[in-house]
Every structure is written in structure tokens, then in C-alpha cells.
């Protein structure tokens, strides 16, 4: 039996806003549970909601598996558009409740490693102290999550280290960047290394130490390696790979390891008395730090002042030519 061609108009009256709420949360939490308990509904009700969406598009949309649901192909074609619906519906509640109320909104902030330490805390306090009643939610991620999340306008903003022109994840998707500051990488230690010499002559003499290295996926482990290579010499053979600031800090603290790190990151936690940074002839450039949006797409109006506060941030936070 031939399914017949849908229309927007029919679209229009059979589909209902809450329809499409309840099924991105199924799709977001892959589960029909937790989708009821987030929704405050029972799980019959979204349940109901589920097989009238089907009805509506004459196929499944999930189907179940030991963990949950999993979206089937026609699934994962409606989540595209639902998730940029909702985002065009959180835009629109933004935009009225800034026009009837003040200077309010929510700001969805997805980060990297070289913006979560330092830029990003600088960019949050500012804007909260002139728009304390915007919201803002931070998700920390990689690239290859955070930009896509982006595309689909699940997140606002990306803040973080941007990809090179020639990789593929520079332009899989409609976004443009916009360039903060050069960045480089510093080797780092806590209080579990020991003494330390004032100054290390060369990164050979640091080779046979335990290390804290970027993970394979990184492009940040791409500049670590070069900065082995570039001093004649392999990759350590004790090494932890991580990209999770907190279990990096937290060995550097308790074992005798050495972690790269990007150097305005490090500032941070130095400032603090948390690390030392390493006096080395070598330098690694880790590239440029700088913020992702959507292109073409107009910004919320607290989006807006958040880039202008990420931008006076990061003329507080640029490295200098000091450890």
C-alpha cells in the first residue's frame, strides 16, 4: 500500500507543539521513562503520545532494546527538525520574555578544555553581573559532539579551541567562528611531582616521567606530538590520556606526572597555587581559541551580550608572552 504525500497543512492540524516536546525528550533520553519522569507525565501518557506521532507519519519511530528505545531511521529524520523547531521555539520565549520583562533569557554554552578553566568563568561573571537574570547552561564536550549539537541548535555557542581550516570538522557543518586569541601549550605538575629544578634544559630530560597527554582524538594531541617529535624524541611510555580537567588536576595532585595544558587554562589553577608551570625551552602552539555560531541564524538578544562579554573576556585572558 502506497503511503500518501503529507502536506504542511496537514502537518499543521494533526501535529500538536507538546507532541513534538514529548518526543524529543523520548529521543534526548532514549528512554520513555525518564522522558515521563522529566516531563512530570505517566509513562501511558507518552507512551500515547508515541503511537499518535507513528500514526501521523505511518511508520516507527523507535523501537526497543534492553536499554530503551532506539530511533529508527524515520526517527532520526523527524529529531533533526524537531530539535531545531525547539530551539526556534526557545529563541521566540527569549525574545518575548526580553521584550515584556527586561534583559532575561537562557544562553546554552558548549566548551572545550582551553575556554572551561579560565575565559569562560571571565565571560559567565560578566555577564551575570550586568544580566543576572539570564540563564546560562554549560556543557562541556569535544568537538566532534559540541558542533553538531551546535548545527541543530541544541547549543547557542561553542567557546573553545576552533578546529583547522583543512580538517573535515571545520566545515561539516553551517557555522562561523570568530578568532579570540592565539593559544600555546605548557607542561604542567602538582604538588605530587616533588622538587623540581628552577628550569628544565631540554624535554629530554623530563622523557622518562609519567605523563598526562590529550586523548588520540584530540587535535590537541596532534600539537603534543609535534612538540615531542619537534625535540627528537618519542612519546612517553607512561601515560594517562585524558581530557577531563578535574581527573587531570586530581593526578597531578596526588602522583608525579606531568600534563600538557593550554597555557591561559593553566594561569587558572596557578594562580591558585594548584600547579606549577614548567620553565621549558620547548613550546607547543596549540592553535586558536575563539567561539562557533550557527550561520545565518540571528542570535537571542542574551546570546548577544554574552559574545560581549567573551570578547572583553578575552582581551582580560590573552597569554602573554610570560609563564
Known amino acids: 500500500m502506497q503511503a500518501n504525500p503529507l502536506s504542511e497543512i496537514s502537518l499543521i492540524r494533526r501535529l500538536k507543539l507538546n507532541q513534538l516536546m514529548i518526543f524529543e525528550r523520548v529521543l534526548e533520553t532514549r528512554s520513555v521513562v525518564r522522558a515521563a519522569n522529566e516531563m512530570r507525565l505517566t509513562q501511558p501518557a507518552v507512551t500515547k503520545v508515541i503511537h499518535e506521532l507513528e500514526s501521523c507519519f505511518d511508520g516507527a519511530l523507535f523501537s526497543r532494546s534492553n536499554r530503551g528505545v532506539v530511533p529508527t531511521e524515520l526517527g532520526l529524520l523527524l529529531g533533526r527538525r524537531?530539535?531545531?523547531?525547539?530551539?526556534?521555539?526557545?529563541?521566540?520565549?527569549?525574545?518575548?520574555?526580553?521584550f515584556r520583562l527586561g534583559t532575561s533569557g537562557h544562553v546554552i554554552v558548549g566548551t572545550l578544555i582551553s575556554a572551561s578553566a579560565r575565559l569562560l568563568p571571565r565571560a559567565i561573571a560578566t555577564l551575570k553581573a550586568r544580566t543576572p537574570n539570564v540563564l546560562v547552561t554549560v556543557r562541556e564536550g569535544t568537538t566532534a559532539h559540541l558542533f553538531p549539537a551546535l548545527a541543530t541548535g541544541d547549543l547557542d555557542i561553542v567557546v573553545g579551541r576552533l578546529p583547522e581550516r583543512e580538517l573535515p570538522i571545520a566545515s561539516a557543518f553551517p557555522l562561523t567562528h570568530e578568532v579570540l586569541f592565539d593559544e600555546s601549550l605548557c607542561a604542567v605538575v602538582g604538588k605530587g611531582y616533588g622538587a623540581l629544578p628552577e628550569r628544565v634544559a631540554h624535554l629530554s630530560e623530563l622523557a622518562d616521567s609519567p605523563w598526562i597527554l590529550p586523548t588520540p582524538d584530540s587535535p590537541a594531541r596532534l600539537a603534543a606530538e609535534h612538540l615531542f617529535r619537534?625535540?627528537?624524541?618519542?612519546?612517553?611510555?607512561?601515560?594517562?590520556?585524558?581530557?577531563?580537567?578535574?581527573?587531570?588536576?586530581?593526578?597531578?595532585?596526588?602522583?608525579?606526572?606531568?600534563?600538557?595544558?593550554?597555557?591561559?587554562?593553566?594561569?587558572?589553577?596557578?594562580?591558585?597555587?594548584?600547579?606549577?608551570?614548567?620553565?621549558?625551552?620547548?613550546?607547543?602552539?596549540?592553535?586558536?581559541?575563539?567561539?562557533?555560531?550557527?550561520?545565518?541564524?540571528?542570535?537571542?538578544?542574551?546570546?548577544?551580550?554574552?559574545?560581549?562579554?567573551?570578547?572583553?573576556?578575552?582581551?582580560?585572558?590573552?597569554?602573554?608572552?610570560?609563564?
Open 82 to 98: 524537531v530539535k531545531s523547531l525547539m530551539a526556534e521555539l526557545r529563541y521566540m520565549t527569549d525574545e518575548l520574555n526580553d
Open 230 to 323: 619537534s625535540a627528537g624524541l618519542p612519546l612517553p611510555t607512561d601515560i594517562v590520556e585524558s581530557l577531563s580537567l578535574l581527573t587531570n588536576i586530581g593526578l597531578l595532585l596526588e602522583t608525579p606526572r606531568i600534563a600538557l595544558m593550554p597555557r591561559v587554562a593553566a594561569r587558572q589553577f596557578t594562580d591558585a597555587g594548584l600547579l606549577r608551570i614548567l620553565d621549558l625551552p620547548e613550546t607547543a602552539a596549540f592553535g586558536t581559541v575563539g567561539f562557533s555560531l550557527r550561520s545565518h541564524k540571528e542570535q537571542s538578544a542574551a546570546c548577544r551580550v554574552f559574545i560581549e562579554c567573551l570578547r572583553e573576556a578575552a582581551q582580560a585572558t590573552a597569554p602573554d608572552t610570560g609563564a
